[in-house]
């Protein structure tokens, strides 16, 4: 069957199934080997400003090059040469004859590969950063139209006292936050490993030029520059540290933590019935019990984010068997470790912008398990104001005591409505506060300052933050899968 092939072979879901088109392309061969000849361009032009006999037309010739490589060639010449960047090196010389003597001049393997991990990290976090602003941005809204809407709060998961819906959701903001500082940390601390040689050293450049220190330095500041870096590693091995590796998976594992908290939370809310995530007209929910809706993103973002955090143990594991210059036993893990990671984390973004975007909240359902809940948590309040009617604080405590009991025998052993309020306003010891028995448990004066603390923290932390952000908002996310 036409076009069958593809199917008899594994495919990662990340890229098949679920990743954004830029994302695949930031890791695919074609942006990895594309990148490759650019730097060997950056390299030749460098060399040639410092004065090594390197011509404009070989240059140019390279330039024409750029992006037409020869994939089966590239794969024939590895086959023979059992090293990558060599079957790369034959296959850009053969498209550019006269630029083949200069080629990768003075380079060692690392300076095309490392360089362009350092490209694909960077470009990475500049693709999920807006993403994450959007996710930000969503929620921020959401809090603020929920700032005042009066909701249970749970400790183990256990009825505790009142919050409100968008004060909840601020809890997820400040992770979100804290995450946001995390990556753009990570990606403003990536340096170009630069133009170093075979063991950090610059010695293959020292003896192009001839033992002139300044322009070995002047051609690792020039290549670093036209890669679009302000600055290079100081001092590299063969390799740039992998405890860079750590710092840029170990924010985005930290990110995958922050996201799976906040969708455990909404499917807690969702078996509630009190917010659900956006479902499609056509949505199937179940294959056996058509009248389910199972928050299925929710529950892809926690799969995912279980595998992003699962990825940090990779580059912490690499950088610590590094023997002394380098080892290779790094290059097959980084292959997987380092895609996947950024793959994974786009993925679960996207997610959980569509997810944040079509919340929906169930206030009537809410303001019912409040009313169950109230009664108890109003008992406080209760004797408070019979204290201000004259009452003896110790007789209305213990009044409120055995009535609490009774009402959670009815709710526990019969399976009834809490029946509190029923039994104070029967009682005639209550009758100096029956007449504004209503204002004492109105929710809204038993949710402190959460919709104070809801505006402070969107006006002086969430808004500002996602201020560089705001020409890039406007995009939406359409799930595919």
Same mark, same amino acid.
């Given at each position: ?120 990290? $960077? ?10 602003? $959007?996710?930000?941005?969503r ?27 968008g ?90 933590a ?25 949505q199937?929910?179940?294959s ?22 699962a ?11 590094q ?111 029956l ?6 448990l ?40």
């Amino acid at each position: 069957m036409e076009g069958s092939d593809e199917f008899m072979k594994y495919r990662s879901p990340l890229v098949s199934r679920y990743a954004s088109k830029e994302m695949a392309y930031n890791f695919s061969d074609r942006k990895k080997f594309t990148t490759w000849r650019k730097l060997w361009i950056y390299l030749a032009k460098a060399e040639k400003a410092l004065g090594l006999p390197i011509s404009e037309a070989q240059v140019v010739e390279m330039e024409g090059h750029a992006e037409d490589i020869d994939f089966a060639m590239a794969a024939d010449e590895e086959r023979k040469l059992r090293h990558d960047v060599m079957a790369h090196v034959h296959t850009f010389a053969h498209c550019c004859p006269a630029a083949a003597p200069i080629i990768h001049l003075g380079a060692t393997s690392c300076y095309v590969g490392d360089n362009t991990d350092l490209i694909m990290l $960077r470009d990475g976090f500049d693709i999920l950063l807006p993403k994450l602003a $959007r996710v930000l941005d969503r929620l921020a809204n959401f809090a603020e139209k929920y700032a005042d809407l009066p909701t249970l709060g749970y400790t183990h998961y256990q009825p505790a006292q009142l919050t409100t819906v968008g004060k909840r959701a601020c809890l997820w903001l400040q992770d979100l936050a804290m995450d946001m500082r995390n990556l753009q940390r990570a990606r403003d601390d990536l340096r170009f490993r630069g133009v170093k040689g075979t063991t950090g050293t610059q010695a293959s450049f020292l003896q192009l030029f001839q033992g002139d220190h300044d322009k070995v330095e002047d051609l690792d500041r020039m290549v670093t520059e036209m890669a679009g870096f302000k600055k290079s590693y100081l001092v590299t091995g063969q390799t740039y540290s992998r405890k860079v590796d750590i710092d840029s998976l170990s924010s985005l594992a930290s990110l995958g933590a922050t996201i799976h908290k906040i969708c455990t939370d909404i499917r807690l809310l969702a078996n509630l019935k009190e917010i659900e995530e956006p479902f499609e007209k056509e949505q199937i929910g179940s294959s056996a019990m058509p009248y389910k809706r199972n928050p299925m993103r929710a529950e892809r973002c926690c799969s995912l984010a279980r595998h992003l955090m699962a990825l940090l143990s990779n580059p912490m594991q690499t950088a610590s068997v590094q023997w002394l210059e380098r080892t290779l036993d790094d290059s097959a893990n980084r292959r997987i470790s380092l895609p996947e990671s950024f793959l994974t984390a786009d993925i679960i973004l996207s997610t959980l912008q569509n997810v944040t975007e079509g919340l929906v909240v169930y206030p009537k359902v809410i303001e019912r398990h409040i009313r169950h809940e109230l009664p108890f948590m109003a008992t406080e309040n209760i004797i408070m104001a019979m204290v201000k009617a004259g009452g003896n604080r110790q007789d209305c405590h213990e009044k409120i005591r055995v009535l609490s009991q009774q009402a959670a025998a009815v709710v526990k052993q019969e399976g009834g409505d809490n029946d509190l309020l029923t039994r104070v306003q029967a009682d005639p010891y209550f009758s100096p506060i029956l007449s504004h028995l209503d204002t004492i448990l109105d929710p809204k004066t038993f949710i402190g300052r959460a919709p104070q603390q809801v505006a402070r923290f969107l006006s002086e932390e969430v808004r500002p933050m996602l201020e560089p952000y705001k020409t890039k908002m406007d995009v939406k996310i359409e799930l595919e899968l």
